[in-house]
């Protein structure tokens, strides 16, 4: 079978679909791996545009056989375990055994595998849950070098995928990157988890509804998902060497300048919010690294990607 250009692996998740989306309209040869996703489809727009294979990463046959079947240039990893729509920090919690099986135990299927067919960059999504309380770290933006410290399940898994990553970087050589975004957000995110104050936010202010709302009053780093699957489609083209770890962020804001936002764009929305302190603060993360070694920058500034999101959502 022909070549591709990416394999993307957990292509049903929203920010796997978003990939196969910029992917598809940047002209790159697409196949995508993984199981069906029941009750929604996320992939219906390029279906015709894609090669779909159907499998499990924490079967290694399944793994070869899509590797086979496509034989990419890169692999893109989104899969992570996640179940119901509580975000996948819930669904880490309520079943830490399959949040194992999926994250650690099948992200290392997928290296091992991908390293015997001679995959040479494999790109995955990992994620700033790995860090602990930000007042463990003081008042300066963290970078890839400070410790990690999770605080749920989730993001223990996190961690030690990225530790099978490295482990795997150098017994084969083969270029493994974990990518490690904030908060994010866009079209196309059916669950709710940390951002479901976000998404109520939105909805309401796209339908003009009346609001009250309790929220964090803390700042945070927030993405837009667009502009996520950039940075993995830039990362995956850089001709350059990659380092085993990048952070990726939009901007920092909070609910109280998203709200402002949201009332200069949408006439008559006046939410009222009732800030409360936040379970746990992550630090504020630096992503100066990929910028100064690879050149990335996020397209979309925090009134843009609110406006993408309504845009693509309209009440």
Known sequence: MAECDLL????????????????VAAGRAVATFGPPSPGRDLLAPWRDRIREISGSMTEAADVMAALSGSRPRAVLCFAAHGEGRGGLMRAGEDAPDRAFAMNVAGFRTLLATCAAAGVPRVLWASSTTVF???????????????????????GLTKQLAETVAQFYRQRTGMEICAVRPPLVFGPGRWYGGAAERLDI??????????????VPEERFDLMHGDDVAAAFLHLAAHRGALAPCYHVNGFVTSYRGIAAVLMQECPGFHPV??????????PLISAGRVAHETGFQPRLNLRAALLATLQENPP
């Open 8 to 23: 993307i692996v957990g292509a049903n998740g929203f920010l796997g679909a978003r990939t196969v989306a910029a992917a």
């Open 273 to 282: 919010l009732e800030f409360v302190p936040s379970e746990i603060v992550y």
């Open 201 to 214: 936010l939105l909805g309401a202010a796209a339908r003009r509804e009346r609001l009250a709302l309790r």
């Open 132 to 154: 602990g309380p930000a007042d463990a770290y003081g008042p300066v933006p963290v970078d890839e070098t400070a410790p990690c410290a999770p605080r749920s399940i989730y």
